[in-house]
């Protein structure tokens, strides 16, 4: 496919049009936080400055928050309803990392049961993918089979390559987005070479490197192994930070609210690093810390991908760079032991 | 069987929101030890009550709105589908909250889930030994009446039902029923049995290994607490039960029932989307020990 | 310092006089320092005092087993003597190793001020009155009040006051107690409206991560309210008066134990000024009881503690 360009100056009218139609999202500093808040229709400062959110674009598709469905009690019964949410909404400058965090949930949303909620927001939402210029000395996407400036998993692909932008389509809804508009030129070759120098240039940028190759295996040949994962979990102090800010991580809680007789049923971010997760009324299996610390890194790197084929990380750095105690997955990763260790009896 | 490859499950009932539950009504409630009652309950939906059907071993996502939601084994048999019926604990807010419903009460209903039922194909022509422990017996007795139902399928049946107490045994009128039936060997047991008890004292597997059935064309399926099951497998081994003979159901806690909120994982498998019916050999080929 | 630090904390070791050596080591990012938690004598060489050894340790001394010797600030010092005000830890059981200091960096001001990440800066170096920051080669020197931590800025404690080994000489804070709470006096101009907006507004964001509660040394309950069903006191999912009332009862159960180590608001991975709520309520502690917290090991905790004779002057 052909690629287009657009001068940077013109950003704010590309979006001022895409927004007459959708509720587009940009990045912006909340208390100096990042994350994608719907664009005032004016400032594209964040040109200037964005990295990455610190909130991965996960939230636009599964909430910290979300309410399911309100219910209330009339004399014929309980009546439900659900929220009418379909609004359609645009997110620009998703960053490859969280493009892929959300092709990666996308698999265990849409699996067997589809998750009405999920799934809805992700059918009304286009992606338009930024090329990462500065990553962070934590990211290590290139090691999960990732580039910072390649999406496979945006509708379109934005690369800064000076006064301009790159845009490859990758999707038909990607190009239905630059039709309508004179902003929007032909790229020239030239453009096409800089872009591929730019890419190579940030590609090796990323310093941080993992092997995961079978890693897997070697999560699976220490499992048993108790020292092991206690001295690995031993600084961790079992918050949700690593597990709320990561962009492929979708487990949550469900929990009712009631006040006279109405109320809603709500779901909300759950993580499997609090104690209480796996609490039933007898028994807990993973009371001690170690076993908590264990389940999340045998996940991402061995569970979720015998289910679906794709690893649950996507090597944003997020968990490293904003963890309380800076524990980091990477230093896991590349030191867990090679011999295997038979699996002790129970 | 255990359907551990996902193309394979079933969508059954889909509603355009899985979340979204069924509602039912309650038509009959059973007390039947202090903090177990058993509820008998229908769709209020018309073309539900006449169309929904289940496999015995699957669970539902019982709700009370705005208390929440639990799950529960149904513990009817899917061949008497005039109602439905759920064997309740009281242990927590939303089971409490059941033990305070009445005849009429409005709840929610999501399911039948569960990707792996108890193998009637399995157990055709076989001799079956059910082995239960206290409120274990309910997930057994959705399979135990689908059995009876189609009785001549089915070679010998041993029940071997234990409970901590007489006053804690379940399902009274069905261990009646059983018992009374001369195509079944019913041995009930209790833990330690009270001034009036004239049965049967031991710890279930205890009673198992005196009762010794055989393990020649036969099928095991236990359910109960834990550490009944921990300590029944080894006995069943003792009789010559091969792990492939051995059924169980496990349990963790649970959110979604269908394998999104991530809670009930053992490994790569989710007891809500990949059992809860499992043999002990995939229980023993568990790539973790969390069970 | 740190040479003397390592070898007191090999000597711990070697001489079995703890079983465990919980202090700071160099993380894997700039600027940062992570906790260190060993038995083994050799790990102990990678053990650290700079300017951005931030974790308050006293935290793992109510999960670590055994005897632990810990590396302790003036603050983190406190708590540990706040939980042993509350049973919690034994006092034999800890070897306390007093690390004095005048004050820590906060890299997310330096951030700000030099308009840079902290992955984009080449060195930060605390010299004294003034901070020097080199990126790509060029240095800009910022006003070292203007780096610190706010609570750094009002501490009170900069040389441990209960400790076994003091390692280095005792120091002074670089104190400015206004500026310290600077934030704090602006919410005190608030007229209740405006304050309450800006709670909701700041709470609002909150995702329920419980970084705060995790990092705090107070908060060791083995159950937590919020994770309380029978009664719920707040719901478990985020809305901003169920995250409000969590900072609420949360500080009203840590006041007079909260030693102002200013964990709290720099783990928020929302960048909600918690240590504005925390630090004022250990003011009304102040006020009201003329208590804080963890000064006197042998003083009974404020609140758990019941004395024939109280202060009355509470009651109207």
């Given at each position: 496919m052909a690629t287009k360009k657009i001068s940077k100056k013109e950003i704010a009218k590309l979006l001022g049009i895409w927004n007459q139609q959708l509720s587009v999202f940009v990045p912006s500093k909340e208390e100096n936080v990042a994350k994608m808040v719907r664009?005032?229709?004016?400032?594209?400062?964040?040109?200037?400055?964005?990295?990455?959110?610190?909130?991965?674009?996960?939230a636009n598709f599964l909430p910290s928050m979300e309410r399911m469905f309100s219910f209330k009690k009339n004399e014929d019964g309980y009546h439900t309803e659900i929220p009418q949410d379909k609004q359609k909404q645009l997110i620009f400058g998703i960053r490859p990392c969280d493009a892929r965090g959300i092709a990666t949930m996308d698999k265990v949303f849409t699996?067997?049961?589809?998750d009405f909620y999920y799934v809805s927001k992700r059918k009304n939402t286009l992606l338009i993918g930024l090329s990462c210029t500065n990553p962070y000395d934590?990211?290590?996407c290139t090691s999960l089979?990732?580039?910072?400036?390649?999406?496979?998993?945006?509708d379109l692909m934005f690369t800064d390559i000076g006064d301009e932008f790159l845009i490859e389509e990758i999707t038909d809804k990607g190009e239905e987005l630059l039709v309508?508009?004179?902003l929007v030129k032909q790229a020239t070759k030239a453009d096409d070479a800089k872009a591929k120098m730019l890419k190579a240039t940030v590609s090796a940028m990323v310093r941080k490197k993992v092997d995961i190759k079978e890693i897997a295996k070697k999560l699976q040949a220490c499992f048993s192994d108790k020292d092991y994962w206690e001295k690995v979990a031993a600084?961790?102090?079992?918050?949700?930070v690593c597990t709320f800010l990561c962009p492929t991580c979708f487990c949550f809680d469900i929990c009712d609210e009631l006040v006279k007789k109405q109320g809603a049923r709500y779901r909300g971010w759950d993580s499997c690093?609090?104690?209480?997760?796996?609490?039933m009324p007898m028994e807990?299996?993973?009371?001690e810390k170690w076993r908590r610390v264990r389940q999340r890194v045998c996940h991402k790197y061995e569970f979720y991908p015998m289910n679906f084929?794709?690893?649950?990380?996507?090597?944003?750095?997020r968990c490293i760079r904003l963890c309380p105690v800076n524990w980091d997955i990477s230093q896991i990763l590349s030191s867990l032991p090679t011999s295997a260790i038979s699996r002790s009896e129970k | 069987m255990a359907i551990t490859d996902i193309n394979q499950r079933k969508k059954l009932i889909?509603?355009?929101?899985?979340?979204l539950p069924h509602l039912v009504v309650i038509e009959k409630i059973i007390e039947e030890t202090p903090s177990i009652r058993t509820l008998h309950f229908n769709f209020k939906d018309e073309k539900l009550r006449k169309g929904f059907t289940f496999e015995s071993g699957q669970f539902a996502e019982l709700s009370i709105f705005g208390i929440g939601e639990a799950t529960f084994c149904i513990s009817s048999s899917p061949t008497r589908n005039d109602h439905l019926e759920c064997t309740i604990n009281r242990v927590g807010v939303v089971t409490n909250a059941m033990h305070r419903l009445s005849i009429g009460a409005e709840i929610g209903f999501r399911g039948p889930?569960?990707?792996?039922?108890?193998?009637l194909e399995l157990m055709r022509g076989k001799n079956l030994v059910f082995i239960g422990g206290g409120i274990g017996l309910a997930p057994l007795r959705s399979l135990i009446w689908n059995v009876l139902d189609n009785r001549?399928?089915?070679e010998n049946i041993d029940i071997i039902y234990g409970a901590r107490s007489p006053a804690d045994l379940c399902f009274r009128y069905d261990l009646d029923s059983w018992n009374q039936d001369k195509t079944i060997n019913m041995i009930t047991t209790v833990d330690k049995g009270d001034k009036n008890w004239t049965g049967r004292e031991g710890f279930v597997p205890a009673v198992l290994e005196q009762i010794?059935?055989?393990?020649?064309k036969a099928i095991a399926v236990v359910c109960g607490p834990p550490i009944m099951i921990r300590l029944t497998f080894p006995v069943l081994e003792k009789l010559g039960f091969a792990p492939e003979q051995m059924i169980t159901t496990l349990e963790k806690r649970m959110k979604?029932?269908?394998?999104?909120?991530?809670?009930?994982?053992?490994g790569n498998l989710y007891v809500c989307r990949d059992g809860p019916v499992f043999t002990y050999a995939q229980i023993r080929n568990f790539i973790s020990d969390e069970y | 310092m740190e040479q003397e630090l390592r070898k007191e904390a090999r000597k711990l070791l070697e001489e079995g006089k703890v079983d465990y050596i919980v202090g700071f080591a160099g993380g894997s990012l700039k600027f940062t320092a992570t906790p260190l938690i060993t038995?083994?004598?050799?790990?102990?060489?990678s053990l650290v005092v700079n300017p951005?050894?931030?974790?308050?340790?006293?935290?793992?001394l109510t999960e670590v087993p055994g005897r632990i010797g810990i590396v302790a600030k003036g603050c983190d010092s406190r708590s540990v003597v706040s939980l042993i005000q509350d049973n919690q830890?034994?006092?034999?059981?800890v070897v306390i190793i007093g690390v004095p200091c005048s004050g820590l960096i906060d890299i997310a001001k330096v951030e700000k001020l030099v308009n840079r990440d902290r992955d984009e800066i080449d060195d930060i170096t605390l010299q004294g009155e003034k901070v020097a920051v080199i990126i790509g080669g060029r240095k800009t020197e910022l006003p070292t009040k203007e780096v610190l931590f706010e609570h750094c800025l009002g501490?009170?404690?900069?040389?441990?006051?209960?400790?076994?080994i003091l390692v280095g000489k005792p120091t002074n804070a670089i104190g400015d107690k206004e500026l310290s709470r600077r934030r704090i006096k602006q919410l005190e101009d608030m007229v209740p409206e405006q304050r309450w907006a800006f709670w909701k507004e700041q709470l609002g964001r909150?995702?329920?991560?419980?970084a705060c509660r995790q990092v705090c040394?107070?908060?060791?309950?083995?159950?937590?309210?919020?994770?309380?069903?029978?009664?719920?006191?707040?719901?478990?999912?985020?809305q901003w008066q169920d995250n409000l009332m969590f900072q609420v009862i949360r500080n009203i159960h840590v006041a007079g134990r909260c030693?102002?180590?200013?964990e709290c608001e720099r783990v928020c991975p929302q960048n909600i000024p918690l240590r504005s709520l925390s630090k004022k309520m250990s003011e009304f502690v102040d006020e009201m009881f003329h208590y804080q917290a963890?000064?006197?090991?042998?003083?009974?905790a404020l609140m758990t503690a019941y004395e024939q004779v109280e202060a009355e002057d509470l009651i109207m």
């Open positions: 664009w005032d229709g004016i400032d594209v400062s964040f040109l200037d400055w964005y990295r990455n959110t610190v909130i991965p674009c996960k699996e067997t049961y589809e934590s990211c290590f089979g990732l580039e910072p400036t390649e999406a496979a998993d945006v309508a508009t004179s600084k961790c102090i079992s918050c949700g690093s609090f104690r209480l997760y796996t609490k807990n299996p993973r009371e084929d794709v690893t649950a990380c996507t090597g944003c750095g | 889909a509603k355009d929101n899985v979340y889930y569960g990707g792996s039922s108890f193998p001549d399928r089915y010794a059935p055989s393990a020649k979604c029932g269908i394998g999104k909120c991530g809670r009930c994982n053992i | 038995k083994e004598k050799e790990e102990v060489a951005f050894i931030v974790n308050n340790l006293a935290k793992f830890v034994i006092r034999e059981n501490c009170e404690s900069p040389t441990p006051q209960e400790y076994d909150c995702i329920r991560c419980y040394p107070a908060c060791f309950c083995e159950r937590c309210f919020v994770e309380e069903s029978q009664p719920q006191w707040i719901s478990s999912v985020s030693t102002d180590c200013g963890g000064l006197n090991k042998d003083a009974p």
